[in-house]
């Protein structure tokens, strides 16, 4: 296969496409496997390549894995983990950030960690310093390598207290994996709460691990000494589900997206609603449609759980492109989430990106130079263009304004897209889109 997609645009996506679970809760429950004495299985995976990716790392710390894609059930078998080589981990470097979630576990496993140079997706800066103050506040010792992270922890790893900047997800489950065989209590402040989080914490509940969750972000964990194998149904993928529903309401289409589920979409349906889209939920999934006549412009901001998901907002801001009057995007999560925006520019939409926070609140990007605010003008007809997926979410705005625009476009680099899109092209031509991979 190229790494090219050639889409005939302009036509409506009418059908019926099914979400497996969710890219960044599944990534996760894998790694949480490492934790058990015995096996774990792990249903609803769909198949994509930050699931390769996490194989790969757990065969190479000797981990037997199982994996039937088309039941979407994943069998780890931990009882002979291993240090890994560093030259093999190292040939993972740059495919994905999940390695630095595997801190934690392997000290309680082996006493030692080796973590390569992070990859995923080009959007701001993303460091790891929230991840290595956790680990050295349990007590890890970090020495960084030219090749990456070398850890030890030589006096075991120890509950403690602490305290989050801001309420990142990758702190939040490194701490999580790692309080839940330290000695003692621990206590995270400031804590993310995503729903994905809430289904690792289901997980490692199954295993054994005592945690408990208050309402101010307040999550506490009290270490045992054994934790055992699990079995657990990963919860759906809602942001590939608000990834088709943009697409819906980009096209003019109407999409039922099987495995969407409402209570973790809250806040990505009222947006959806505000702009004019349509949506049925029933116990299966969700329809979104374009109930034709104009869309409205909308005022936006990306939060952490329960607000609006920073990775909702690529695909939208393609619909918003469509919608009448001045939309504002302010992105609050990472400060450079609006590069794709250029191509779309290409493409005949008006947008204009400022450093500015508009539309809300202060955020803590504001007056630092980061073009995090966008002011998109519409609606504005959408032109073929030859376009590069930049990042995974981007990538595929990319692709829902190549299918939303009049005439031929090809984009390159779509490989990207299957890190978190299951057979995104398959669901495509489910829903009647023209296009060619060859
Ligand atoms: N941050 C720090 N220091 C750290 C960690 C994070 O400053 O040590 C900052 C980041 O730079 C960012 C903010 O905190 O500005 C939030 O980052 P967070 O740690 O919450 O993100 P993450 O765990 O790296 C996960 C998802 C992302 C998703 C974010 C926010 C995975 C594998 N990735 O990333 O998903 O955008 O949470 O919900 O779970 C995607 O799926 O396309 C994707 C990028």
Request: glycine residues 12%; charged residues 20%; contains cysteine.
């Amino acid at each position: 296969m190229t790494d090219l997609l050639s889409v005939n645009g302009g036509s409506p996506l009418h059908g019926s496409i099914t979400v497996r679970g969710a890219k960044n809760f599944v990534s996760k429950a894998m790694v949480a496997s490492l934790l058990g004495t015995g096996p774990s299985e792990l249903r609803n995976v769909p198949q994509i390549r930050d699931v390769d990716v996490v194989s790969g790392l757990l065969e190479l710390h000797g981990v037997t894995v199982d994996y039937d894609p088309v039941a979407g059930v994943l069998k780890l078998d931990p009882s002979n983990v291993e240090s890994a080589h560093v030259a093999d981990i190292d040939a993972h470097a740059g495919s994905s950030r999940i390695p630095i979630l595997f801190c934690g576990p392997l000290l309680h496993r082996l006493g030692e960690a080796f973590i390569p140079d992070l990859g995923g997706c080009r959007i701001g800066d993303r460091p790891i310093n929230y991840h290595l103050d956790i680990l050295r506040q349990f007590g890890a010792q970090v020495d960084k390598r030219a090749q990456g992270i070398h850890l030890t922890a030589p006096n075991g790893l120890h509950g403690t207290k602490i305290s989050l900047p801001y309420p990142s997800v990758g702190a939040t489950e490194q701490l999580l994996l790692t309080a839940v065989r330290a000695h003692g209590v621990t206590e995270l402040a400031g804590a993310a709460i995503e729903p994905e989080i809430m289904d690792l914490i289901n997980v490692l509940q199954k295993m054994g691990a005592i945690i408990s969750v208050d309402t101010d972000r307040v999550i506490r964990i009290e270490g045992v000494d054994e934790l055992t194998g699990y079995r657990h149904t990963a919860l759906g993928d809602r942001i590939e589900a608000a990834s088709w529903a943009s697409a819906a309401l980009a096209t003019g289409g109407d999409i039922y997206v099987k495995g969407a589920t409402q209570p973790e979409m809250t806040a990505f349906l009222n947006t959806f609603r505000k702009v004019g889209g349509q949506f049925e939920v029933d116990d299966d999934g969700i329809r979104f449609f374009h109930p034709g006549g104009d869309l409205s412009s909308i005022v936006l901001e990306t939060d952490v759980h329960p607000g609006f998901m920073t990775d909702w907002q690529q695909p939208l801001v393609v619909a918003l492109t469509q919608a009448k009057g001045l939309s504002i995007v302010h992105e609050t999560v990472y400060e450079n989430r609006f590069g794709f925006t250029d191509a779309l520019r290409g493409m005949g939409a008006t947008i204009q990106v400022y450093k500015e926070c508009l539309g809300g609140r202060p955020c803590r990007f504001g007056q630092r130079n980061f073009l995090h605010s966008a002011v998109i003008s519409g609606p504005t007809k959408l032109t073929a263009a030859d376009i590069e997926v930049p990042d995974l979410r981007g990538g595929f705005s990319h692709l829902i304004a190549a299918l939303a625009a009049e005439g031929r476009s090809t984009v390159r680099g779509i490989t990207l897209i299957d890190r978190g899109y299951e057979a995104f092209t398959e669901k495509l031509t489910a829903l009647g889109a023209s296009f060619d991979r060859d």
